[in-house]
């Protein structure tokens, strides 16, 4: 694989969210498969939002890969968190411009994919595993299901790129029609509330 500067900027924005570690993204975004599925699908940028913890997994995979940047196939950047929240880093993953739209893969936390889902930039959802009384699997399988977001899996991340393709060119138009996975027609509200813990 090699850069190819002629290539419009389009960016792969992850985030772990502020809550807590989520180092086994940050390892699966830096694997090989992963780092080769952006580059055939024409990505030229992953951004990394890693926390604390995950600058670690940077730090050593930069180590091992210094001498070789060219060969990644993407530029790779990472910050530990940004108090003035994500917006900028979701809105470059949006594109515009001379840029093309891009995505975002996001722990399954409702404040980051309500955020991508307003900017109407596809967004690839994984649940954190290591999680107590995890209710991201359950968001992330429902929204999926609409036809919101990609449902990811640590394990399955370079399908999930493909997959957000397909979605980009399904969701041209905001919001996507319900389908037959929400018979109750409360859409995306209606899911956020259960998740939450809203009643009416």
């Known amino acids: 694989m090699s850069i190819d500067n002629r290539r419009p900027k389009k960016l792969c ?5 502020a809550t807590a570690s989520f180092d ?26 890693h926390g604390s913890e995950g600058l670690k997994i940077l730090d050593a995979f930069n180590d091992l890969y210094k001498e070789n940047q060219k060969t990644i196939g993407v530029q790779i950047h990472g910050f530990d968190f ?3 929240g ?4 979701m809105r470059a993953a949006k594109g515009g411009h001379d840029d093309a739209e891009g995505v975002v893969i996001s722990h ?5 994919i309500l955020h991508a889902l307003r900017i109407a930039v596809p967004i ?29 899996h640590l394990d399955k991340l370079p399908a999930a790129i493909q ?3 397909i979605l980009r060119a399904k969701r041209k138009a905001w919001p996507p029609v319900n389908n037959a996975h929400d018979p109750s027609g ?3 509200a209606g899911v956020m509330d259960d998740e939450m813990g809203f009643v009416d």
């Open 24 to 49: 086994s993204l940050i390892k699966a975004v830096l694997s090989q498969p992963f780092l080769e599925a952006l580059d055939v699908a024409n990505y030229t940028d992953l951004l990394l939002q």
């Open 124 to 152: 690839i959802v994984v649940p954190n595993p290591a999680l107590l009384d995890n209710h991201q699997e359950e968001l992330a399988e429902e929204l999926a299901a609409q036809g919101y977001v990609v449902h990811g």
């Open 108 to 112: 399954a936390g409702s404040g980051s």
């Open 186 to 188: 409360r859409g995306l």
């Open 13 to 17: 924005f992850v985030t772990i969210g």
């Open 82 to 84: 940004n108090r003035d």
């Open 163 to 165: 997959e957000s393709e």
């Open 86 to 89: 994500l917006s900028l880093e």
